[in-house]
């Protein structure tokens, strides 16, 4: 098979795409299997920060294991940049950062890029730079002889994140980039996550943190029991049907009264009009629990 980019897709800018996905994990000595994911057609346009949400056990990181070829799926295909996610030139461009990373603690965060980028075939004068310069994106100069035995949390999963970045990937996968991180760790994270993308670095990220999402993300799509149950803009998907809002400037509480009617009579500004928004918790868990009762039936 070829591993070059297919045309419709590198056409589209489609930095992930999966089609059909499916997939079943028999259980050894039982004669049955587990479907962690089921015909999953999923697109993560270049450039976007994508958010893949779910309950535990919805099938958001087996589907993370298909994007970055460390899982094959039972049926359908993956593509990243127009390539198969089980070739080994998909995974040139593709930076990860696990839940729960493993680093050698013994190390300091200098040698851990520098170990990193070996892994990755940078070596010399462009290793050395390229390092400090991940250092100093998250903001770590200050601590790269320290060894990581000494980091914080939130440092660990910022020195996380320039591993994931040290070869220069198109796309970022993060699976829960604020686990266990306190707030303030928490809010450095994403602004980084949104430096990225002003970069032009695509980012597909899970989360449980659903306000961080709401924040950052361009398009989200929520999984339950192996299905994609919503998916959209963010913007379309937290709008409330049926309801409409105004946001209007230099109005008299006269004008209140009778918005719709006097409005453009009163001289007054509509400065928004659309639907009102829900949160994103709201809405995650009305999909989850829609899929849940169906499931049930």
Do not use: W
């Not at 919805?58 to 994007?67: A, D, E, F, M």
């Not at 075939?121 to 250092?135: F, I, P, V, Y």
């Not at 950052?216 to 919503?230: E, S």
């Amino acid at each position: 098979m070829s591993d070059l980019p297919r045309r419709s897709e590198a056409k589209a800018g489609l930095a992930v795409a999966l089609n059909g996905v499916t997939k079943i994990f028999p259980i050894p000595f039982q004669r049955r299997s587990i479907v962690a994911v089921r015909d999953l057609n999923l697109e993560v346009a270049a450039g976007q920060i994508y958010g893949l949400l779910g309950p535990n056990g919805s099938g958001k990181s087996t589907t993370l294991k298909i994007i970055l070829g460390l899982v094959t799926p039972t049926r359908g295909q993956a593509r990243i940049f127009g390539r198969d996610s089980d070739r080994v030139a998909s995974r040139e461009s593709v930076g990860f950062l696990p839940e729960s990373p493993y680093f050698y603690k013994f190390l300091t965060g200098e040698e851990t890029l520098r170990f990193y980028g070996k892994l990755c075939g940078l070596h010399g004068a462009t290793l050395r730079t390229r390092a400090d310069e991940m250092l100093e994106l998250v903001g770590l100069t200050s601590a790269r002889t320290r060894r990581l035995g000494g980091y914080s949390k939130g440092m660990l999963q910022r020195i996380g994140l320039a591993q994931a970045l040290i070869q220069e990937p198109a796309l970022l996968v993060l699976d829960e980039p604020t686990a266990g991180v306190d707030p303030a760790g928490a809010r450095e994270i994403r602004d980084l996550i949104l430096a990225l993308k002003a970069r032009g670095i695509t980012v597909l990220l899970s989360s449980h943190l659903l306000g961080q999402v709401q924040e950052i993300c361009d398009r989200v799509g929520i999984l339950a029991n192996g299905v994609l149950v919503r998916e959209g803009p963010l913007g379309e998907l937290l709008g409330i049907e049926k309801q409409t809002q105004f946001v209007i400037e230099n109005a008299s509480p006269q004008l209140l009264e009778e918005i719709e009617n006097l409005a453009t009579r009163s001289g007054a500004r509509v400065i928004e009009r659309g639907p009102p928004r829900s949160s994103l918790e709201q809405l995650f868990l009305e999909a989850t629990e829609k899929s849940d009762k169906n499931a049930d039936e």
